[in-house]
T-cell receptor, first 113, second 114 residues
Framework: DQQVKQNSPSLSVQEGRISILNCDYT??????FLWYKKYPAEGPTFLIS?????DKNEDGRFTVFLNKSAKHLSLHIVPSQPGDSAVYFC????????????FGKGTKLTVNP | NAGVTQTPKFRVLKTGQSMTLLCAQD?????MYWYRQDPGMGLRLIHY???????AKGEVPDGYNVSRLKKQNFLLGLESAAPSQTSVYFC?????????????FGPGTRLTVT
């Protein structure tokens, strides 16, 4: 049973436009959400996170939105740059199990020049 | 400050052979993790440790053993490798806390079992 779902395996956008990556979760105990970015042949790197007490968190070009009632979060990248081309993983942790993260399967973003 | 390092970077094993993957972190993190990444499967947790001398099973622990004898090191062992264990293995570490603090990942070990 997949608790964190990224239903789009891939996404392609033009440089300068907005990239929107989506993530759905099923476990209502999740209270902290993170996005990781992964380039080929490298380990994932932390990008941005959001606590369940917030509905938005911004860091430069990256914004994460959380809709708890829909159990949905999204990552917005504006403007998209070719260097943003990577696989993006959504992850979540639950109250009382915060030492563990549950990852989605990832979305491969390609930003075309 | 090297962060999280993994040894080796690549390895090819024959079915039935054993090996140990070494993970080291220099951030004084309490928690350490081993994941495997397979095409289309995301990152799946194998085992993890919340402190020196402690280990726990993750989502896919079968066929693997781990040890955390020192706070900075976390070892992943394969006693009898199988082709199904062909994968990329990532180690990660994080500090202890009441929230889902971000995990810092190593560069990965690509293992092929023939």
């Amino acid at each position: 049973d997949q608790q964190v779902k990224q239903n789009s395996p891939s996404l392609s956008v033009q440089e300068g436009r907005i990239s929107i990556l989506n993530c759905d979760y099923t476990n209502s105990m999740f209270d902290y959400f993170l996005w990781y970015k992964k380039y080929p042949a490298e380990g994932p790197t932390f990008l941005i996170s959001i606590s369940s007490i917030k509905d938005k968190n911004e860091d430069g070009r990256f914004t994460v939105f959380l809709n708890k009632s829909a159990k949905h979060l999204s990552l917005h990248i504006v403007p998209s740059q070719p260097g943003d081309s990577a696989v993006y993983f959504c992850a979540a942790s639950a109250r009382g199990g915060s030492e563990k993260l549950v990852f989605g399967k990832g979305t491969k973003l390609t930003v075309n020049p | 400050n090297a962060g999280v390092t993994q040894t080796p970077k690549f390895r090819v094993l024959k079915t039935g052979q054993s090996m140990t993957l070494l993970c080291a972190q220099d951030m004084n993190h309490e928690y350490m993790y081993w994941y495997r990444q397979d095409p289309g499967m995301g990152l799946r947790l194998i085992h993890y440790s919340v402190g020196e001398g402690t280990t726990a099973k993750g989502e896919v622990p079968d066929g693997y053993n781990v040890s955390r004898l020192k706070k900075q090191n976390f070892l992943l062992g394969l006693e009898s490798a199988a082709p199904s264990q062909t994968s990329v293995y990532f180690c990660a570490s994080s500090r202890a806390g009441s929230e889902g603090y971000e995990q810092y990942f190593g560069p990965g070990t690509r293992l092929t079992v023939t």
